[in-house]
């Protein structure tokens, strides 16, 4: 599976393993009913990686959303002058 995933591929995925969703976002599958998201990111130079929640828990449309807000967030912009 590559690029997006479909909802049908994601309920029959059974074989372990990272399924890249696209933008740091992975299906990991440990066995054949456990399924979570999780969100790649690097920080200071190291890959990190944020679980996001169980596949049941959590929609294929609300992947999205949870993943921005884990996201590091950066400080208000600064005016210069």
Do not use: N
Not at 2 to 26: I, S
Not at 44 to 66: A, N, Q, T, Y
């Amino acid at each position: 599976m590559a690029g997006r995933l479909k909802r049908l591929d994601v309920e029959r995925e059974t074989k372990p393993g990272k399924y890249a969703d696209g933008d740091g976002l992975y299906l990991i599958v440990t066995g054949p009913s456990a399924k979570s998201w999780s969100y790649r990111y690097w920080k200071d130079g190291k890959e990190r990686w944020h679980g996001l929640g169980s596949f049941k828990d959590v929609s294929l449309k609300g992947r999205i959303p949870e993943k921005r807000a884990t996201r590091p967030r950066r400080g208000p912009p600064t005016r210069q002058g």
